[in-house]
């Protein structure tokens, strides 16, 4: 029995490791990024109220870099510390970052379904406190900032997301990530209306 018992530990031990790892490089660039975006001070002002808000930074202080890697800055300002920059590609860059902005999609404030992809480690671990009528902001590179208040959350099976499918007019946000956390069973989309 002890050596059945210490190979299902190092079987359990090689599953667990690598996803581990993954965490915690994901998270380190995470951090590294979200601390360039946001510069000295490490905080952002949300604003809740206007639809566009271009006085945030001088347009040379947002989004610095690779477009790919800092595409652009998701908040939830009724979570405090729930952020993160966002990645722009396919989803495959969900093995390398925590957000991710779906490319074929349209960019923020544009019209059409802006689709951004998340992890729930570690910043957006109380995504599920959000309800409807909770504000998300999406600033991009151009320091423009977004707001879009939550208008429907569904707990779906990963073959059940319609979500992610073009809307043929509006401005929408459509986020997904799984659930429950730290388990990929299900999927919590949340859906969001631009604010105008």
């Not at 490791?17 to 965490?23: D, H, Q, T």
């Not at 991710?100 to 957006?124: D, K, M, Q």
């Not at 707001?147 to 099976?157: A, D, F, G």
Request: one cysteine or more; glycine letters at 10%.
């Amino acid at each position: 029995m002890g050596l059945l018992g210490g190979g299902l530990l190092l079987a359990g031990a090689v599953l667990l490791v690598p996803s581990l790892l993954g965490v915690v490089q994901r998270g380190s660039t995470d951090r590294a990024v979200l601390h360039h975006w946001l510069g000295p001070s490490g905080a952002i002002t949300h604003v809740l109220t206007p639809m566009v808000d271009t006085s945030l930074k001088s347009a040379a202080a947002c989004g610095t870099g690779s477009v790919a890697q800092n595409y652009a800055l998701l908040a939830f300002p009724t979570l405090p510390g729930t952020e993160g920059v966002a990645a722009n590609g396919g989803w495959n860059l969900l093995t390398q970052r925590s957000v991710v902005h779906y490319g074929h999609s349209p960019a923020p404030g544009a019209t059409g379904n802006v689709i951004i992809a998340l992890h729930r480690e570690p910043n957006f671990e109380n995504l599920n406190q959000l309800h409807v009528g909770s504000p998300i902001t999406v600033t991009d590179r151009n320091c423009h900032r977004w707001t879009y208040r939550v208008t429907q959350i569904w707990v779906l099976s990963p073959n059940q997301v319609t979500q992610l499918n073009p809307v043929a007019s509006g401005h929408v946000l459509t986020l997904v990530t799984c659930t429950p956390l730290w388990i990929d069973t299900q999927r919590l989309v949340i859906r969001a209306t631009l604010v105008g």
